[in-house]
């Protein structure tokens, strides 16, 4: 019997499922997203996939839901528990004089997202709305001192009383974050102890979140915001995937479902960790590029998924992913590693509007999402949007939206953009659709260039551009800047779901150390460094290996991979460094380790960042450890002739450059590798269009990536 994978990613606006047999050959479905019960859109996503190998889901799809070896989702459902402040009513014990450590939070949580114009002025600057109130936090008093000693003895009344307090509170949940904790968990754990005994006596059981086992990290107000996260919108959040994977089981599928970490691991959609899922959905995509660069040689890539809520980008340069341990997240600075994706709101569903006193055009940051989606959908929306613009430019085919499953009415479309927008600006309604395209560009573009890749030079990157409207943007956002090369794939509204597919069954800790090696470091000076690395290395490992063991997998299966981060000391930034050995147990390999961070640092860096005479900080250590899982397949396809004759599917009118102008047509699927298309040409698939402006040609390589390269029609 055939093995097959499924993979899903539920994006804000469209929910995208591949299915992949064990020959690396896959479907795409789409549907949209229904944040309210994501499992319905993910039905909906599925049985259009398999519609495309003449499958009916539900009456002939057992054979692959019996056959499926893995099943992957990445949803939102976190994501709008904590949007929607909609999860557990969580109490909070923290060491007594910190009881505002979640509404007072850090300065800079305030303005995480806005412009500088926009940070200068005060008024633009609020606290979020915290997820535990202050009535619903006390303090006990304790205190562990920064080298782990306990200065002060936790005093185990106030504990007493403040649990007893906070659950006549009738709290869900109780989150637990002392000072230190990361050095010394013991006053943690002893409060966990006592808020349990309590619980016994009253006979009020709810989870117990501590902060040491959620992330044992510096920095408290992070570590704090992880671990309210954890109490607050895990259980939520794992009943929508609990929910997906009934509907699964519910035809056949034998296997738990398995969901995407922020780091690009994937685990069991009950592991005890789920806030580390928080953001899973964009996590997918530059794993899918990661993969990708890998298999063909390409070092350097940019990641650009354009779908309808939002703009995600990631970098990955030498090879190397890039893991943010403290990313800004909801106005809130977290301590859970991961992959550093910076996003900004455009999307086809981004809202357009003119501002009354300015009569400017104003772009989002909101978006109408799947739901009510454009103004072409007749769901209700009655504000234009920028997948409304590229319908009335004829790059979207009102005939064949998602196929033709989606009825699109153009003429509703045109109506709202006049009223809405054109008519206030006094212009012609499909030269204000084009300005409009052309400013979401300059957005991406700017994005890309002026926040991304800030520091590094993109004539050495290649851009990959995906999402379900990552192709009909590419060009636009790509252009005025020298990429190395420009390129998509016929499966870019999936890529993200593709890219699930293509990780490792992986699971990450992080813990904060302080080692250093200063210059002309003496064997002893070095023995103490290794000892503090390799005793925090084997503690995590540890961990991890109980959690993969208790899940099933055999001890051979799992392989661990040391990770250190190293600085020069006095600079701010550390690099991410994986060990050549596993062990540093002599002088010689602490000086393998620095070396080793030397050779990263040059690569990522200039020689001018290094100092004359370096001081060597290890200041955090991780160790991975991953189980390898069946993927995707790139494959290597024998060049065709250079023309797309049979793809050809007839012409139609496109408005470009402020004039309409008659651009060829072609069916994606049709496309071989060796096939070119000049532009002005516009390519269409169900589930994404690739829009080729003139002056471009669309190239088809041997492994069907679509490079997008100067040369066409002028």
């Known amino acids: 019997m055939s093995r097959y994978l499924v993979a899903c990613d539920a994006g804000g606006t469209m929910t995208d499922v591949i299915v992949v047999d064990e020959e690396g050959r896959f479907v795409i479905g789409k549907a949209a997203t229904t944040p309210d019960d994501e499992s319905v859109g993910f039905m909906e996503s599925y049985e259009d996939g398999l519609s495309y190998w003449d499958i009916d889901l539900l009456t002939d799809g057992k054979e692959i839901n019996e056959n499926a070896e893995t099943a992957i989702y990445t949803g939102t459902g976190m994501l709008n528990t904590l949007l929607n402040l909609s999860g557990l009513k969580t109490g909070l014990l923290v060491t007594r004089g910190f009881e505002d450590i979640i509404v007072q939070g850090r300065g800079s949580q305030s303005f995480i997202g806005y412009e500088w114009s926009e940070i200068t002025h005060m008024q633009y600057r609020k606290h979020r709305e915290p997820l535990v109130p202050r009535r619903l936090t006390r303090g006990a008093t304790e205190r562990i001192d920064l080298?782990?000693?306990?200065?002060?003895?936790?005093?185990?009344?106030?504990?007493?009383?403040?649990?007893?307090?906070?659950?006549?509170?009738?709290?869900?949940?109780?989150?637990?974050?002392?000072?230190?904790?990361?050095?010394?968990?013991?006053?943690?754990?002893?409060?966990?102890?006592?808020?349990?005994?309590?619980?016994?006596?009253?006979?009020?059981?709810?989870?117990?979140?501590?902060?040491?086992?959620?992330?044992?990290?510096?920095?408290?107000?992070?570590?704090?915001?992880?671990t309210v996260i954890q109490a607050y919108a895990t259980e939520p959040a794992r009943k929508q995937l609990l929910a997906v994977e009934e509907k699964l089981k519910g035809l056949g599928y034998k296997h738990s479902l398995k969901t995407v970490l922020c780091y690009g691991g994937v685990t069991n959609i009950r592991y005890p960790r789920l806030f580390e899922t928080v953001m899973s959905g964009p996590v997918g995509g530059v794993m899918g590029g990661k993969h990708l660069s890998k298999t063909i040689g390409i070092e350097n890539m940019v990641c650009s998924d354009m779908g309808g809520t939002s703009f995600d980008a990631g970098c990955i340069t030498s090879g190397v992913l890039p893991i943010n341990r403290e990313p800004p997240f909801m106005q809130m600075y977290v301590n859970v590693p991961m992959i550093d994706i910076q996003s900004i709101g455009a999307g086809t569903g981004t809202y357009i509007r003119v501002d009354p006193d300015s009569h400017r055009i104003k772009l989002g940051p909101d978006s109408?999402?799947?739901?009510?989606?454009?103004?072409?959908?007749?769901?209700?929306?009655?504000?234009?949007?920028?997948?409304?613009?590229?319908?009335?430019?004829?790059?979207?085919?009102?005939?064949?939206?998602?196929?033709?499953?989606?009825?699109?009415?153009?003429?509703?479309?045109?109506?709202?953009?006049?009223?809405?927008?054109?008519?206030?600006?006094?212009?012609?309604?499909y030269v204000a659709a084009e300005h409009c395209v052309n400013l979401v560009n300059v957005m991406m573009r700017e994005h890309l260039v002026r926040t991304l890749m800030l520091g590094y030079d993109i004539r050495d990157y290649i851009l990959m551009?995906?999402?379900g409207a990552g192709p009909m943007h590419l060009a636009g956002y790509a252009k005025d800047y020298p990429w190395k090369g420009v390129a998509t794939v016929p499966y870019a509204a999936a890529f993200s779901a593709w890219g699930g597919a293509c990780m490792d069954y992986a699971h990450r800790r992080h813990k904060s150390v302080s080692a250093m090696v200063p210059p002309g470091a003496d064997d002893e000076t070095k023995m103490q460094t290794a000892q503090i690395v390799t005793g925090a290395?084997?503690?995590?490992?540890?961990?991890?290996?109980?959690?993969?063991?208790?899940?099933g997998f055999k001890k051979e299966q799992i392989t661990l991979r040391q990770i250190a981060y190293l600085k020069y000391y006095?600079?701010?930034?550390?690099?991410?460094?994986?060990?050549?050995?596993?062990?540093?147990?002599?002088?010689?390999?602490?000086?393998?380790?620095?070396?080793?961070?030397?050779?990263?640092?040059?690569?990522?860096?200039?020689?001018?960042?290094?100092?004359?005479?370096?001081?060597?900080?290890?200041?955090?250590?991780s160790v991975i450890a991953q189980v390898d899982t069946l993927k995707p397949?790139?494959?290597?396809?024998?060049?065709?002739?250079?023309?797309?004759?049979?793809?050809?599917?007839?012409?139609?009118?496109?408005?470009?450059?402020?004039?309409?102008?008659?651009?060829?047509?072609y069916e994606m699927d049709e496309l071989k590798p060796g096939n070119e298309v000049k532009g002005l040409a516009v390519i269409?698939?169900?589930?994404?269009?690739?829009?080729?402006?003139?002056?471009?040609?669309?190239?088809?390589?041997?492994?069907?990536?679509?490079?997008?390269?100067?040369?066409?029609?002028?």
């Open 537 to 551: 290395w084997e503690e995590l490992e540890k961990g991890l290996m109980d959690e993969l063991l208790s899940e």
């Open 147 to 226: 080298f782990g000693q306990a200065v002060i003895p936790l005093y185990e009344h106030e504990v007493e009383a403040g649990v007893r307090e906070l659950l006549e509170e009738d709290i869900e949940s109780l989150a637990i974050v002392f000072l230190n904790s990361f050095i010394n968990p013991a006053h943690e754990a002893q409060a966990a102890e006592i808020a349990r005994k309590v619980m016994k006596e009253t006979g009020k059981t709810i989870p117990i979140v501590i902060s040491h086992e959620v992330a044992p990290l510096i920095r408290e107000v992070s570590r704090a915001n992880a």
């Open 465 to 467: 551009g995906y999402g």
């Open 368 to 429: 109408a999402g799947g739901t009510p989606g454009p103004v072409f959908q007749e769901s209700g929306n009655e504000v234009p949007t920028i997948g409304d613009c590229d319908l009335l430019l004829g790059i979207i085919n009102e005939d064949y939206y998602l196929g033709g499953r989606v009825q699109v009415n153009k003429e509703k479309a045109l109506s709202v953009f006049k009223k809405e927008v054109a008519d206030p600006l006094g212009l012609d309604p």
């Open 633 to 665: 397949l790139v494959r290597r396809y024998e060049l065709q002739d250079k023309s797309p004759k049979a793809a050809e599917k007839g012409t139609r009118q496109v408005f470009e450059n402020g004039k309409w102008l008659e651009a060829q047509l």
């Open 684 to 714: 269409e698939a169900p589930s994404t269009t690739l829009f080729v402006p003139s002056g471009l040609t669309a190239r088809f390589d041997e492994h069907e990536i679509i490079w997008l390269e100067k040369g066409g029609s002028e």
């Open 570 to 621: 006095g600079q701010l930034d550390d690099v991410e460094v994986e060990s050549p050995i596993s062990r540093l147990a002599t002088p010689a390999d602490v000086d393998t380790l620095v070396a080793r961070f030397e050779e990263v640092f040059t690569t990522m860096f200039t020689l001018a960042g290094k100092p004359p005479q370096p001081t060597y900080l290890v200041s955090e250590v």
